[in-house]
């Protein structure tokens, strides 16, 4: 588990490095989905993250946390399941990439923050792109943690 979450923070942060390369590369805006994903869990919470300007930051600050709990949480999941085994990095980078990908996306129409049905190719670039690097960063990282004896080949 712990060598899970060490790999879904690496994850993580190629996540990261990918989709503000793409906002660099694109001129594009940075995504505003993390900061409403906590102002509407706040909400349902009922939690108040204090005056708008405060908020504001609250928000910001608390969406990227967000994004690391969840790739963070992912790979320790992915290593409780994968125990000692190493699995070949297509299928790993598959399975985390995937699954992060689908928490998060999942999460935004449950909120009802974005609708993936109605994505354009371009959006769906952006979000493909940044998960594929997660799942592989995590999937080499984890198998790279993975005792000599649980080594492939």
């Known amino acids: ?3 899970g979450a060490i790999a879904g923070a690496v994850g993580s942060a190629a996540l990261n490095v ?5 906002v660099a590369v694109r001129a594009r805006p940075t995504s505003s989905t993390p900061e409403e994903t906590v102002g509407r869990l706040a909400g349902l919470a009922h939690v108040d993250l204090g005056p708008e300007d405060r908020a504001a930051n609250r928000r910001s600050g608390l969406g990227a946390v967000l994004g690391y709990a969840l790739g963070i949480g992912a790979g320790a999941v992915f290593g409780m399941l994968a125990g000692t085994r190493r699995m070949p990095l297509a299928v ?3 399975l985390l990439g995937g699954a992060v ?3 998060t996306g999942g999460s935004l129409a449950v909120l009802r923050i974005s609708d993936p049905r ?3 190719p371009s959006d769906w670039v952006a979000d493909v792109v940044p998960h594929l690097a997660y799942g592989m960063a995590a999937a080499a990282t984890f198998n790279r943690l993975r005792p000599p004896s649980a080594r492939c080949g």
Do not use: E, K
């Not at 990918?18 to 793409?22: A, E, P, R, W």
């Open 1 to 3: 588990m712990v060598d």
């Open 18 to 22: 990918v989709s503000y390369l793409d």
């Open 92 to 94: 790993a980078t598959s």
């Open 101 to 103: 990908m689908a928490t």
């Open 118 to 120: 109605t994505w354009r």
